[in-house]
Each structure stands twice: as structure tokens, then as C-alpha cells.
């Protein structure tokens, strides 16, 4: 059954696509390019017996998602570059104590205030490595209005599962641009819960984990008494300095995404069956390349493209595929350098990469990318 809306926002469909998935409680900020996000949930979460609240900071907001994830309750919070650096502390708490949340980041162009109103794809990097230490991540890119509806319930899905935050990161373009959009039924959307535990609450252990590195999870409330801490913890939740058993964590939390790696690979391709050339884009870029792809072919060019929906983990085993198959690939990214590099460590030097590369807060136009597929032709 499918349920047709209409005429959409990109940042509508977030909000939206938070409710379905079973998003109860929103903190944040205001900050363009994603404000849109937190105006559609202060009126649609009290519908559903959601809360809703706007914190003093960025900082707050994210603090505040923690909470209320620790309490049982899904929760997200939206912001922009310069809010997003300033969840970068609470989010890497969040990754090593394991509470899911969602964090949407809406990418304008900067450092600093920089081009509030204009697009970029410049906090790729910062998705990745935002916050200190060694962790894993999450990250989705969707290219539609549609698919910032579908990869949000992803993004609750995948946290909720893997007991992790995980980023939804789009561009300012996608985020303002309205298109019509049909949306299946909320009553057949899959939806995840995170996993509970199955032992009485006295042999309780808040961080051991099965053999899908995924400890199961308990509210506050719910008679299981537990220890939440930033330290280096044992499997009880408490501080440790034992370097095996701090090892032992840290590489449990990357396995417990790398192992589960195709659940969360996502990505589209066109037109690249018998390829020679190709565009590796993501965001309101692919879809620039989209259109650069069919031009080149209307010219005899054997264009095609690979869009990664999933950009972290990275997508080293089909650029790597790709790369043996074409001569060159053209990165096409607003910014000026950051999954570039990542393309070529999965190429490995079996294929050509070329950039195209624009930081002026201006999308990248088809015939831009269409003379860059040219160039390595």
C-alpha cells in the first residue's frame, strides 16, 4: 500500500520520516539550512505523544538526545556546520557508551558562519573524524526528498540496532529543494527496535555483548541497574585502565559495524554496466551527474555513475570493483577534497582519479562534470 503526499520539502521529509520510524523526542537549535526539521516536529511530535524542546546550544541538544535515548525513547536532533561541530563532544560520548540516536547535519558552505543560505558537501570529513579518538560511524547521503524520508528511518533503523548514533548528512539543496513525492504506507515500513536483554537484572552486564557485538539495551527505569560512563569502561559500565580490556572495547564497537557492513553498504549505479569512464557523486551532486552521465552517452562517451547512498563506512569494495572495470573515475564533490582521497586508496592505482571540485556555494552543474568525463576520456 502506498500513500501519496504530494508536494514535499527535503527537510519535511525528515521530520516526517522521524515519526515513522518511531522518533519520540527532538532536541535542538535553530540553524539554517535545517531549521525546517525542528519546526515540522514541534507540531507533529505532540500528535504522537512526543516531546519536543528547544535547548540553550547545540552542545545541549545533543546532551539533552542522550538522555533521552538512555530513558528508552528514540530520539534526533538536526543542526548545521557550525552547530554540528559543537555536538562533536557529546556525539563521540555517545558512540562509546553506545546510545542510538540520529543527528542530522543540513551542509552549508564555510568554516566558521560561512554561507549560511548556500550549499555544500564539506562536513564529509568531519562526519567521519568530528570527534576524538579511535570510533566507528555511520553515515547516509540521500539524493531526494524522498530519499531524506527513507534514509532518516534508515538512520533510526541502523542506530537502533547497532546501538550507535548515526549521521544523515545532506546538503542545503536537498534539504530546501520540494518535490512531489509518494511514500509507502506507515503501517509497512520495517521497523527496528534495539535488542533487549534476555538475563534477570542480577547478572545484568550493560556491555557484554553477543556474537553480533551488540549488547542488548536496557531504559533507566526498568529494574537493571547500571553504570553510563565517557571512561574506558569493563563490560559492568565502570572505569578501567586494564589495557586488555580497553582494547577489547575499542575493537569490539568497530567490528560491531564492519561486521554488519552489508546491511549498511548502500548505493546506486547507472549506466554502468559497459562503462569506461565514471562519476563517483553524492547528494544534489549526483543528481548533476545523473545528467552529465546521459549527455556524455548521447556523445558516444561510455559514461556511468556510482552514487553512494552509505558514505561511511566507506564503500572500498565496489569503488575497488569499479576501478578494475573503467580507466577513470571523476570525483565530483562541493568541496575541495575529502572522498576523493578515499576513492583513490579504494582504487588502489587501477584506475585514473580525476576531481572536480567547487567550493564557490554553488551547485556543480551537469556540463561541468560532463567536461571533466571528457578530459579523462
Known sequence: MRASVGLMQGNEACARGAIVAGCRFYAGYPITPSSEIAEELARLLPQVGGKFIQMEDEIGA?????GASLGGVKSMTATSGPGFSLKQENLGYAIYTEVPCVVVNVMRGGPSTGLPTSPAQSDVMQARWGTHGDHPMIALAPASVREVHDCTIRAFNLAERLRTPVI???DEVIGHMREKV???????????????????????LPYKAGEDDVPPFV???EGYRYHVTGLAHDERGFPTQNPRVVEAHQRRLHRKVERHRDEIAAYETFMLEDAEVAVFA???TARSARAAVRTARSEGLRAGLLRPISLWPFLDLEVG?????????V??????????YEVERAAQGRARVAAYQKASGEPIHPEEILAALQEVR
Not at 570493483?321 to 573515475?329: N, P
Not at 570525483?331 to 576523493?340: F, S, T
Open 62 to 66: 545533543m546532551g539533552a538526545c542522550i
Open 168 to 170: 544523515l548528512l545532506y
Open 182 to 204: 509518494e511514500l509507502t504506507d506507515p503501517s509497512q515500513v520495517a521497523i527496528v527496535e534495539r535488542p533487549k536483554p534476555t538475563c534477570p537484572p542480577e547478572v545484568y
Open 219 to 221: 531504559r533507566f527505569g
Open 282 to 284: 553524492y547528494g544534489i
Open 321 to 329: 570493483k569499479l576501478a578494475q572495470q573503467v580507466k577513470a573515475i
Open 331 to 340: 570525483v565530483a564533490e562541493m568541496n575541495l577534497g575529502q572522498m576523493i
